[in-house]
């Protein structure tokens, strides 16, 4: 009897199950038959409201160009997932507030990320952003010369004797330690320049002369540097200023090279060309002789000058007498004793023209003809620089030629582009080395 149950039972749910395949495959050929008559006029997330038709989607700027719907986005990596769609974006710290995108910050333009906008965070390894690759502007720096931003020792520069940070130049009065004469490990380097003149009091003479070349360490034709001539003393040579080292009372052996490559390492001074000539001139049959301020007055505008110009990166775009005159801001000229009276005459007194800068150290004697000059051509001084040892003869000398100098002359303003120094010392390479650590930092300050 249960058994007989359980057969009609099966024979019943059979009947059923068929009867539902039979009538489901009847609504597929129904549907099937509105799928192909149905115009689809009416939709309602993605089914026809007419047949019921579930629509199967072609996407095109995030909606179906069929129903119309709008993709409801899963997003992927900044892309939708259904419609393939890129997500547009809105950034707010790095991440998207659309899909969740965090930006990888791939490429930076000014230090602002191109894609999502935000400023870079920098992390600064010698003025550069080793993330953006940016260079740091260097828009302000503390009273130490630390950049505000990246932390780069800067350079002070001195208007009216401060910088715009507060700063004073660093001044010594008395010698200077050591330690600044020590080698560096970042060294310039100097090159010995023949070069031949005509004797301008004899013009059919022609005489034999020779300068020294500092180039700072890093040198490069791609950057553009000051020139600074100094001019050794009486008994000196183009060396004085450069490689030779000489020993003083005060027992420090003075090397000008070394403390070149101290001051530009140390970012006291920017990196500078200086160029020291030796005033003798070997005449033939004569022998080595001083042929005069007169003699280097012309040499230096003539032939110094321009092979300078055209050897080395500076500001004058050749050696021509108007791009001198036009770079004048750019070149300085000073010397110490005898080669002070040099910077007088043969740069302030007959080269106002190209030079622009000036250091007189113990020595001072053309001043009325300096007057003369300043007051005679419509032209500015940048610096005046002069200075003399508390126990050198010629302090009194150059005390007295800088006061009348600054008192005759409406182009130089004691404190502003004029000052006078008198240090510890007395007429000694320990005076004229702390005299041009001071002078140093006051030129090519201004245009």
Sequence with gaps: MKKRTVKNLLIVLASLLGLAAAAFFAFLGINTHRLKTCAHESWDNGVCLTCGYVCGHDWEDGACIHCGMVCDHKWE???????????????????????????????????ICFACGE?????????????????CQ???????????????????????????CGAQPIVYTHA??????????????????????????????????????????????????????MIHGASGSDGDWMDNIIDTEHGTAVCMRNLYDYMIQQRIIEPLIIVSPYTDSYVPGG????????????????????????????????????ELQAARAHFGIGGCSNGALYVERAGMAENLGVFSNFVCL????????????????????????????????????????????????????????????????????????????????LLFQSE
Aim: hydrophobic fraction near 35%.
């Design 138 to 164: 260097h828009v302000q720096h503390d009273m130490d010369g630390f950049c505000t931003s990246c932390g780069e020792k800067q350079l002070h520069h001195y208007v009216n004797g401060a910088c715009v």
């Design 77 to 111: 990596n900044g892309i939708c997932s259904i419609c393939r769609i890129p997500c547009p974006h809105q950034w707010k710290h790095g991440t998207c507030t659309v899909c969740g995108m965090v930006c990888s910050h791939e490429q930076y333009k000014n230090g």
């Design 119 to 135: 400023v870079c965070s920098h992390e600064w390894y010698d003025g550069v952003c080793t993330v953006c690759g940016m260079v």
């Design 362 to 441: 113990s020595g001072f004697s053309y001043v009325r003809d300096v007057v003369k000059s300043l007051e005679s051509q419509d032209l500015s001084v940048s610096y005046l620089y002069a200075g003399a040892g508390t126990a050198d003869a010629q302090k009194d000398f150059v005390i007295d030629g800088y006061e009348y100098i600054v008192e005759h002359s409406e182009k130089l303003t004691e404190g502003e582009n004029a000052h006078i120094e008198i240090v510890t010392g007395s007429h000694t390479w320990d005076t004229w080395a702390a005299l041009f650590f001071n002078a140093a930092q």
């Design 176 to 229: 200077l330690p050591h330690e600044f004469f020590d080698m560096c490990s970042e060294q310039g380097s100097v090159q010995v320049v023949n070069y031949s003149a005509p004797l301008y009091a004899a013009q059919s003479v022609t005489v034999s002369k020779k300068m020294s070349v500092y180039l700072p360490y890093g040198y490069s034709e791609d950057k553009k540097y000051n020139v600074l001539v």
């Design 287 to 322: 022998g080595f002789m001083d042929t005069g301020p007169e003699q280097f007055a012309q040499e230096v505008k003539a032939i110094i000058l321009p092979y300078i110009v055209d050897h080395y990166s500076t500001y004058a775009e050749n050696g021509s007498l108007e």
